[in-house]
């Protein structure tokens, strides 16, 4: 009986030390910050003009990133930040062709992740997957438009703040996934400036448009994010 209490005690004691030092040398915050650059393409049902053709735009981001070291290889991450999603509509009618329309979205946006990590004590690379929720915060339109006469078609320029409707669904939700790099100038298991390189991909599982009272047309944006960041751990 008293060596299974002792073998017991044995495991217990070496449980905790291999948590103790797991968390003396990984258990580590990280704070910062990152910016860079998107593309988002709209996905739209086939209850659309059929005249529309739609077009990924560029657009920036940037954000504030907080990450929670668990294990070597495993951190939670979290973002918070603004990201404006933007792309073009054309027209396909032959009389209509230099009509079209950008749409420019603000979203206030905070993706939290699992971040897989792999690689040495400076340079890793990451995998991170996960879900975000977004708040619809302005929307801005510019393009071309036009007006018709008995025998003419004019156009005019046009830039504008859109007001939101009731047909907009401003809470947005879906999945994030994405690879990076990292180089931590002191090594990962020491309090050190770091910088990273993230690829990021936005999947809209809510579409933000909610619709007409008897026809459905959603519409789901997806966005791809390169951003540079810059951190520290402590």
Partial sequence: MKKNYLKIIAVVLLCWTAVEA???????WTIGVKGGWNWTEIDRSNLGRIDDTYSPLGNYDGSLQARYQLTDWLAVRADLGI?????????????????????TNDYLMLPLMADFSFGGKKLRG????????????????????????????????????REFNSEDQRFIAGAVGGLGLSYAFFGSNEASPIISLDALYYYDLVSHHKG??????????????ITLGISCSF
């Fill in 22 to 28: 797991n968390a003396q040398m990984n258990s580590r």
């Fill in 83 to 103: 990201i404006s999603r933007s792309f073009r509509m054309d027209r396909n009618i032959h009389h209509l062709d230099p009509v079209y329309t950008k749409y």
């Fill in 126 to 161: 990451h995998a991170f997957c996960g879900g975000f929720g977004s708040y619809w915060l302005s929307a801005h339109l510019e393009g071309k438009t036009y007006w018709m006469t008995d025998y003419y078609v004019y156009f005019d320029d046009f830039k504008e703040v």
């Fill in 212 to 225: 007409y009272a008897h026809l459905s047309d959603p519409r789901y944006m997806n966005t791809l994010s």
